[in-house]
């Protein structure tokens, strides 16, 4: 077992797009649902998602913004066991197009026909404060 820097960390990220965004529901329950990064997998500690104003879930990280995200990444090479990472952190909420420009992609038209000028769409940006990761050689825990 090694402790991963979370340059390396990233670096076994590269190719998990999907994550299930965690939030607290309005009756003290938790929601999970599936989101995209979007290709923006250059990961140093934030997560950039996207999605409608008037969703359950920005209502919801309004409400508390302590979110949760983990991801599954597929079986590694020869069979081995796939990387799990799970991320305990802070969303923070934006409109701001030139915010939106950096972390934009073209995939995302398929649901926001107005591109970024799409009425309603929202960032959601994730910021860790606990990182856990698991893929068999590796585990460990890193504070940002």
């Given amino acids: 077992m090694s402790e991963l820097s979370l340059s390396d960390l990233s670096k076994k990220m590269a ?4 994550a299930m965004l965690i939030t607290q529901s309005a009756d003290g329950g938790q929601t999970a ?3 995209s ?5 250059d990961y140093d500690g934030d997560s950039y998602f996207f999605a409608y104003e008037q969703s359950r879930k920005i209502g919801e990280i ?3 913004s302590q979110v949760g995200l983990s991801y599954t990444g597929a079986v590694g090479m020869l069979g081995g066991p ?3 990472v799970a991320v ?3 969303a923070s909420l934006s409109t701001d197009k030139a915010t939106f420009a950096d972390h934009w992609t073209k995939d995302l038209d398929r649901y926001f026909p ?3 000028d799409t009425p309603g769409a929202v960032m959601i940006r ?3 404060k606990t990182i856990r990761y698991w893929d068999g050689s590796d585990e460990g825990q890193i504070t940002l």
């Fill in 114 to 116: 107005q591109g970024m």
């Fill in 37 to 41: 990064n979007n290709g923006d997998v």
């Fill in 33 to 35: 649902r599936p989101m």
């Fill in 88 to 90: 305990e952190g802070v």
């Fill in 62 to 64: 309004r409400a508390n």
């Fill in 15 to 18: 190719k998990l797009d999907f």
């Fill in 126 to 128: 994730v910021s860790a």
């Fill in 82 to 84: 796939p990387l799990f």
